[in-house]
Nanobody, 129 residues
Framework: VQLQASGGGSVQPGESLRLSCVSS????????VGWFRQAPGKEREAVSCLASDDGGVYYTESVKGRFTMTRENANNIVYLQMNDLKPEDTAEYYC???????????????????????WGQGTLVTVSS
């Protein structure tokens, strides 16, 4: 049972990256899934999360309009499309799943990291000119 994140890299401000997170051993579509990030010297923060497919995606304020999270349940993949990247987006990015309960129709998540119990390794995103 694991999550595998990939897609990080070094880009210039204004450029884009797409992060991917693949699950093995469990189906991502049954659980809330989130993207989190941690910059050096800072606490881990939620970037986005998705519970039920009809519940909408939560985004932290600083990425609204720039980042898009999607999930392909059939392939057990979640993506984080990151556009118009800024230096303040530089961080290690993690995907995580809340495998404590199946999501109910219409349910939402709000990015509380304490609710997520399965974490992948991080993928580093560096935005610098």
């Amino acid at each position: 049972v694991q999550l595998q994140a990939s897609g990080g890299g070094s880009v210039q401000p204004g450029e884009s990256l797409r992060l991917s997170c693949v699950s093995s051993g469990f189906s991502l579509g049954y659980y809330a899934v989130g993207w989190f990030r941690q910059a050096p010297g800072k606490e881990r923060e939620a970037v986005s999360c998705l519970a039920s497919d009809d519940g909408g995606v939560y985004y932290t304020e600083s990425v609204k309009g720039r980042f898009t999270m999607t999930r392909e349940n059939a392939n057990n993949i979640v993506y984080l499309q990151m556009n118009d990247l800024k230096p303040e987006d530089t961080a290690e990015y993690y995907c995580a799943a809340d495998r404590g309960a199946f999501v109910a129709p219409g349910s939402r998540c709000w990015g509380n990291p304490e609710e997520f119990d399965s974490w992948g390794q991080g993928t580093l995103v560096t935005v610098s000119s």
